[in-house]
């Protein structure tokens, strides 16, 4: 979700005359969008940005700024953390990133320091002459972290790529009604908002008209799309009825959606994956907990024998579907029972793959203040034991597949060796083999598969 905030404002930029810099050395605004759902990733981006102070000697006129959930929840603190920072944007205004940085940098090209002092564009603006590292720099902190009401309605916009690219995100909403005790989101991205369904399809047509192929929507909880605003129609939820829309698009073969929510998830959904064949055969499904004692302590408001409930419809209604999950380990009060519980559903469910959290506190959560925080060395424990089943699942998942033929799309030259090419199967599977970059990236075929490291598959694609 993050990066394809980053692309709208990326694309705001560019449409505005903006080139987009390959590293931060060349650039006149260096800005980081942010992640709060795991302290590890703020602290990564305040070192990041404090690092990058440094180009303020050499070019004082760089606009430096953070945008999305840790803008959101810090605020005007963070001014007082990085003392070069200029702009602080939050989740509901990534649409005012630009002409916040524009501001600040032709004040600081165009204005002489000794004629500061008129006002800038914005009220919210603040200009004043500091010395930073030896330098005197005109500061402009813009602090903008306001609701706006609209605000999902302006993450539409795509940068044209020079190379035909196989797929793209799409975000269909914004926000969460639900409270997880462990989470941050519904602080630093409001309440759930989704866009018009006509919107939606018109930026999907466009993606077609670059030769995208597969579509994933996005949303915090992206089947609970549009509950608040849309009616049901014959029993469909707006998801379902989204579903439906975009697989009517001309020219799309392949849709994905993340993440679901067992709330919500009803069998009008399960039903999508008989009749929508461009359905792609993988669910990222969050189960979190195998425990009801500690789902409850969590606040996700059912029990796990309902989330095991969906996984068995689902892999009803799609043979092959696959299903891969995040689970969190070392929950406050988690036991080992509990933790066993956990471990039991994944063998039930039979994870194509997980994700698996060791549990930490994250400000200003319920969660942060229960009693029975764990001590490091047995979430770690948790960690790794759940990790090995989980590890095992997938590779034997993976070996199941040698010697079948899949479908493929494929994405291009492969990140870690170019000279092969990379796609994935329906069931997000990764398979690598050789062929023409030029002529395959964005065709769907069959690829023979060959070979398996547990995680990635190898193969030769059966073209006529
Ligand atoms: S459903 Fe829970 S974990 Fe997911 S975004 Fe909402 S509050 Fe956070």
Sequence with gaps: MNERDSEQVAQTFSERGYTLTPTEHDADAILINTCSVRDQAEQKALGKMGIMGK???????????????????????????????????????????FDYVDSVLSRRLETRMDEVGSEMETSRVEDEIVN???????????????????????????????????????????GCNMRCSFCIVPDTRGKERGRPIS?????????????????????????????????????????????EAVHAIEGIERIRFTSPHPIGFRDDLVAAFTYLPKLCSHIHFPMQSGSDAIL??????????????ICAKLKAARPDMAVTTDIIVGFPGETEEDFQESVRCVHEVGFDNAFIFRYSKRKDTP????????????????????????????????????GTTQQVLCEGPSKTDKSTLCGRTTQNKIVIFEGDAERMTGEIFDVKIE????????GTPMLS
């Design 199 to 243: 919107d939606i399809v018109e930026e999907i047509e466009g993606l077609v008209s670059e030769g995208v192929k597969e579509v994933t929507l996005l949303g915090q909880i992206v089947n609970l799309y549009g509950r608040t605003e849309f009616d049901k129609v014959d029993g469909k939820s707006p998801f379902v009825q989204l579903l």
């Design 132 to 174: 930073l590292n030896g330098v005197k720099v005109l500061t402009a902190r813009v602090l903008d972290t306001d609701e706006e009401e609209g605000s999902q309605n302006t993450i539409r916009d795509h940068v044209p790529r020079e190379k035909r690219r196989a797929k793209a995100f799409v975000s269909i909403m914004q």
């Design 367 to 402: 969660a942060a203040e229960m009693e029975g925080q764990l001590e490091e060395s047995v979430k770690e424990e948790r960690n790794q034991a759940l990790l090995a089943v989980v590890n095992k699942l997938a590779s034997d998942k993976h070996d199941a597949l040698i």
């Design 296 to 309: 409850k302590k969590m606040r996700r408001p059912y029990k796990n024998e309902k989330f095991l409930a």
């Design 451 to 458: 070979d398996s490291t547990g995680y990635t598959l190898y």
């Design 55 to 97: 180009h303020r000697v050499s070019r004082p006129h760089v606009v430096f700024g953070f945008m999305g959930c840790m803008a959101q929840s810090r605020g005007e603190e963070l001014f007082k953390r990085i003392p070069h920072l200029d702009v602080v944007v939050g989740t509901q205004k990534y649409h005012r990133v």
